[in-house]
């Protein structure tokens, strides 16, 4: 066995002991992973983007069938024009490439967030993908043009215009991007940053964090072994004495 079939094991081990099905990720640090170099800030975007399919496939090997992660928030419009539109061209080119590659990985992809705002091309891809892999079981949640806050909005407005003069916690699940699955069980947010940053507010109430100074391009297997030793170790007790 080599060492990395050895530490997938284990972390393997981990995940299934302590039933950690659903991972989110704030991949932050890709500015500062390039400006560290010398390079422009798109250079990080793009080690970023590189390693988002690597990090998405580890955990597929290491038994996490949900996997969540923060691409694109309604916030992020504010960036220079160039940087926004290299984050845009990547997404395009992920989404290009999944569609292809799909055959192989089996992963149902689902995007969070308000897709009006794409560019009309993008937005049509993301739904093919959707649509084409609305059968496979190991879930790619990701979120673009999403907000937590106007996630709720939109929520709302479609409880009220289905008619709602009152609404339970299992409607406002049910009205959210994420109704097709579970809360996340753990958030990791990288670069050294500790706030949620308008990221699954209704979804994280009883998530466990983990937070890491590794910057998002140079997150490793070592890194999510931390992370998954720490969820392991940790008792969820969602506010009762356990
Ligand atoms: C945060 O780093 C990262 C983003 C705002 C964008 C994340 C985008 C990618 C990983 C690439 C595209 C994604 C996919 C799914 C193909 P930052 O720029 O805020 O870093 P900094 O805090 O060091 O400036």
Redesign the pocket.
């Known amino acids: 066995m080599t060492d990395k079939s050895i530490q997938y094991d284990r972390i393997r081990h981990m995940v299934s002991e302590s039933g950690l099905s659903h991972i989110a990720f704030i ?7 390039a400006t560290g170099r010398g390079l422009p ?1 798109e250079a ?2 793009k080690s ?2 590189e390693n ?1 399919k690597k990090v998405v496939r580890m955990c597929g090997d290491v038994g996490i069938d949900t996997v969540t ?1 923060y ?3 309604t916030e ?1 419009w504010k960036r220079p024009l160039a940087e926004v539109n290299a ?1 845009m061209r ?2 395009d080119s ?1 989404v290009r490439d999944a569609e292809r590659e799909n055959e192989e990985n089996k992963i149902r992809f689902v995007f969070l967030g308000d897709k009006s705002a794409l560019a009309p091309e993008l937005s049509r891809k993301c739904t093919d993908l959707e649509n084409l892999t609305a059968n496979n079981r190991r879930l790619l949640n ?1 979120a673009l043009n999403y907000g937590g806050r106007a996630e709720l909005v939109q929520a709302f407005d479609k409880l009220i215009a289905a008619g709602k003069t009152s609404a339970t916690e299992e409607d406002i699940s049910g009205a959210i991007y994420t109704a097709h699955c579970g809360d996340p069980d753990l958030i990791v947010r990288t ?1 050294g940053e500790y706030r949620l940053s308008n990221f699954l507010l209704w979804q994280s109430a009883y998530s466990e964090f983990f937070f890491t100074d590794t ?2 391009p140079d997150y490793s297997a070592d890194d999510l072994e931390a992370a998954v030793k720490s969820f392991a170790g940790r008792r969820r007790r969602y506010g009762a004495v356990l």
Not at 27 to 33: A, E, L, T, V, Y
């Open positions: 991949m932050d640090g890709n500015g500062r992973w800030r990080g975007h970023g983007a988002f992660v691409a694109f928030s992020n984050i990547l997404l992920f990701i670069a910057l998002w």
